[in-house]
């Protein structure tokens, strides 16, 4: 069995600003299913429930399509952008949307406020916020070890 000079390579320790860029970069995506998802969901009257399922699924969609935009000039086939996006955002999109949907749904009077309401968009606005603070340092931890957004750093 062949070593190459890199297989005993240990990525080194994270930065907190490129934590906070991953999370901002997987938070863009989240946020734009996430708004779009409470948006739908608040006009047109559904249940909570029917809300933050479309809004958590919305969040998927946009964080890996976005990913995946940003690795289109490496080369890949669909598949590995596909690949890529689930190694680099999977873990930050599922931690930024427990946090965001909790926020939306535990802040009374948030998720059945209207769209006309300052409650509504304080409420989301305050949930986003807290889904960046809670998910930066699992983004430094993943990176660290090589693993989230360290995916896709490596093809830059």
Not at 40 to 60: D, K, R
Not at 72 to 81: E, V, Y
Not at 90 to 118: F, H, K, R, W
Request: proline share 3%; charged share 5%; aromatic share 6%.
């Amino acid at each position: 069995m062949t070593h190459t000079s890199h297989a005993h390579h240990r990525p080194g320790p994270a930065s907190w600003r490129m934590a906070a860029q991953a999370t901002l970069h997987c938070l863009t995506g989240c946020a734009i299913g996430e708004v779009l998802g409470m948006v739908l969901g608040t006009a047109l009257g559904w249940h909570n429930a029917t809300t933050v399922v479309a809004s958590t699924a919305l969040a998927f969609v946009f964080g890996y399509s976005l990913t995946m935009w940003g690795v289109r000039s490496a080369g890949l086939t669909l598949g590995q952008m596909v690949k890529v996006a689930l190694a680099a955002d999977t873990v930050s999109i599922i931690v930024m949307e427990i946090i965001d949907n909790a926020g939306m749904v535990l802040i009374p009077g948030a998720m059945t406020a209207g769209l006309t309401s300052a409650l509504f968009w304080i409420s989301l606005a305050v949930s986003l916020a807290l889904a960046f603070v809670i998910t930066t340092p699992v983004n430094k931890w993943m990176i660290g070890r090589g693993k989230g957004h360290a995916v896709v750093h490596s093809m830059h």
